[in-house]
């Protein structure tokens, strides 16, 4: 209300009047039409209305009575407002005013009871007023805001309801639970194909009769129609067939309230005819897809958030898994080996975060029995199941990159084999230089002395043109030798070691005898398959070379034995010697490298050594703790089938 109005009645300077009510409760008298008896005063008390008594005196209109629902509302005692003036109170309701006085102006009761609304600040209040007697009016107030508001809530929500009903693409009907419809917007038509001056039956919400003339089975929509409306708790999903062709999605429900009431059903359909055809359209591409992808010889396996989600058949021979069972669900990662687990995770990375291919790279795979093999991986992101993912193309590259290593080794071992051809013919080219030059010289000295006469110094110099040839010839010799070490001229053959070494050590007698060596042979020496000719030239060549590098050791000793381990079968010549400086290990095969200058040789013995070993398929190296540590000549060869001592 406005200033004035109820819930700012005057409660403090309120002036007490006279109250005949009060007055007829005090003396036990009976008013007549008052309301002093008892039983209605404490109705009138207890009323959930507020209601006022005013009296008419005076042309004004003066509170007598509120009971207590009213002082509730103003917040105000009734003691204490007693005798306030109705202009004052309803001084922003001149309607309800107005109400008041013409009730004075007919004869008691037969001016009807106004009924009006007024507003208090955030609330609604629904006023009657009624004469009581010729000089009382009751004015009965009731907080209505609740229910307005609900009213207004259910309007606002009703036209929402409708707006969407009808602005909806899809077709929406309503209906009671007897079926009778209540809503439907136009879709419906439009989607059934109803048209617009069909006599539609109210009674009939899904208009079952049309429906049946359209169908591809009438009869059955029918059947499904009946029982959901005898069943109104029951949902439906499916679609209808038309007969033009046209699927229609139709879906439908039980509509309930919050007390669990059935109040109806309502359906909703939907044209999915475009959508069945593209999902048909797009089982078939699948499906052909799929056809395309099982029958591919290269592996194709597709991964969701770096699991596997699908393998093919060849994917499944490569991973060793078949079917796919045991590695759809684990993660790609765990089938990289470690070595390429770091690139491969950069460019997954790129792949799940960029959505950019990866290219073909190489890498090394694990089976699920636990070997490797290499495999080349490329992929392209796609989308699979309606979630990211990745398309992976994957091929075994074992061979090729077996064949690649080769080569890289062939390539690697040419270009030792140039730098040393290089160095081979440089230092071939000086020393056949030298001792040419020495027999020109000593041919022109035998010249000289032979025009002077002097037989005694040209016999000297023939000497010396002898031993200079026998240089040449040994140089010549040595070289012709390494030139062939590389090749096996006899196929290769049972050799028993013990006998072979024992041969080389024949060979070196007298060398072993002069120096004090004392050679020791092992018991057991095996049996190797090989060229009996050029394995002499091998043992020949160490033998002699332990003795010549032996140094000033004082109890020289040879050591020639054999043992197995995870190379295979191992054999050794180790002496006491003068050894090798470490830095020097690696060159000890290389031609022409001769560690010690005084020692007399070629420099081409060892080199022609590791050439036989590795003819016949073995390796040769060289150990030693130093200088003056003696060394150890370590090589491999091919063991016979039937190995044994050697007779």
């Not at 001149?94 to 109400?99: G, S, T, W």
């Not at 759809?328 to 975060?353: M, S, Y």
């Not at 332990?546 to 034995?561: C, E, F, L, N, T």
């Not at 050894?579 to 081409?604: H, M, S």
């Amino acid at each position: 209300m406005k200033e004035g109005s109820l819930n700012t009645l005057p409660q403090d300077d309120a002036i007490p009047r006279k109250n005949p009510l009060r007055e007829n409760e005090r003396t036990g008298t009976n008013g007549g039409d008052s309301v002093d008896e008892l039983p209605f005063r404490t109705l009138f008390l207890t009323s959930p209305l507020a209601t006022f008594i005013w009296q008419h005196r005076d042309s004004e209109f003066y509170l007598m009575e509120m009971n207590r629902a009213a002082e509730d509302l103003v917040r105000g005692l009734s003691q204490f407002m007693r005798g306030v003036k109705a202009s004052e109170t309803y001084a922003g309701e001149p309607a309800l005013l107005d109400h008041i006085r013409r009730c004075f102006s007919g004869k008691t009761g037969q001016e009807p009871g106004l009924v009006t609304e007024t507003h208090i600040p955030g609330r609604v209040i629904h006023a009657t007023a009624s004469r009581l007697s010729p000089d009382l009016v009751a004015v009965s107030l009731q907080d209505i805001s609740e229910r307005t508001w609900t009213e207004e809530a259910l309007r606002h929500k009703t036209a929402l309801f409708e707006a969407q009903l009808h602005s909806s693409t899809d077709g929406i009907i309503v209906a009671d639970t007897t079926g009778k419809k209540i809503l439907q917007n136009v879709r419906v038509a439009e989607i059934w194909k109803i048209p617009k001056n069909a006599a539609l039956d109210p009674d009939d919400a899904l208009q079952i009769r049309h429906m049946k003339e359209i169908t591809r089975d009438p009869d059955g929509f029918a059947a499904r129609a009946h029982h959901l409306f005898s069943h109104p708790y029951e949902t439906c999903n499916d679609m209808v067939d038309l007969v033009d062709g046209t699927i229609i999605e139709r879906y439908s429900a039980p509509v309930i309230g919050k007390n669990g009431k059935n109040y109806g059903r309502i359906w909703k359909f939907r044209d999915i005819t475009e959508q069945r055809k593209a999902e048909l359209a797009l089982k078939e591409s699948e499906e052909k897809f799929r056809r395309v992808v099982e029958s591919a010889p290269a592996g194709i396996f597709i991964a969701i958030d770096g699991l596997f989600a699908y393998l093919n058949p060849a994917a499944c021979r490569l991973f060793g898994a078949e079917p796919a069972g045991p590695l759809e669900g684990t993660p790609v990662i765990d089938r990289i080996h470690p070595d390429c687990q770091g690139i491969l995770a950069d460019r997954l990375r790129i792949l799940n975060q960029e959505r950019q291919p990866i290219a073909a790279i190489g890498e090394k795979i694990f089976r699920t029995d636990g070997t490797v093999f290499y495999a080349e991986v490329s992929a392209v992101p796609i989308v699979f199941r309606g979630r990211d993912g990745a398309l992976f193309f994957i091929s075994d590259i074992t061979e090729r990159k077996r064949a690649e290593d080769q080569r890289e080794a062939l390539i690697s071992e040419l270009a030792r084999k140039n730098a040393e051809l290089d160095r081979f013919t440089y230092t071939v080219s000086h020393d056949l230089k030298s001792p040419l030059l020495a027999l020109r010289a000593y041919l022109a000295l035998l010249e000289e002395d032979i025009r002077d006469g002097d037989i005694a110094t040209a016999n000297t110099d023939i000497v010396k043109i002898g031993t200079t040839a026998e240089r040449l010839e040994d140089l010549i010799n040595s070289l012709l030798l390494l030139s062939r070490s590389g090749r096996i001229v006899d196929s290769p053959m049972p050799v028993s070691f013990k006998d072979l070494t024992a041969e080389a050590v024949a060979l070196l007698e007298t060398t072993y005898n002069q120096r004090g060596v004392k050679l020791t042979i092992q018991e057991g020496l095996p049996v190797v398959m090989g060229d009996r000719v050029r394995l002499l030239q091998v043992m020949t060549n160490l033998l002699d070379n332990a003795v010549k590098y032996m140094g000033d050791q004082k109890q020289p000793r040879v050591v020639v034995g054999s043992r197995k381990d995870e190379a295979g079968l191992v054999l050794y010549v180790q002496d006491n010697g003068a050894g090798i400086a470490e830095q020097n290990l690696k060159k000890a095969f290389d031609l022409y490298e001769r560690f010690n200058p005084e020692v007399p040789g070629t420099g081409i013995g060892l080199a022609t050594v590791k050439r036989i070993i590795e003819a016949h398929g073995g390796k040769i190296e060289v150990k030693s703790e130093g200088e003056g540590r003696g060394a150890t000549f370590v090589f491999t060869l091919p063991a016979a089938e039937k190995n044994g001592a050697g007779s």
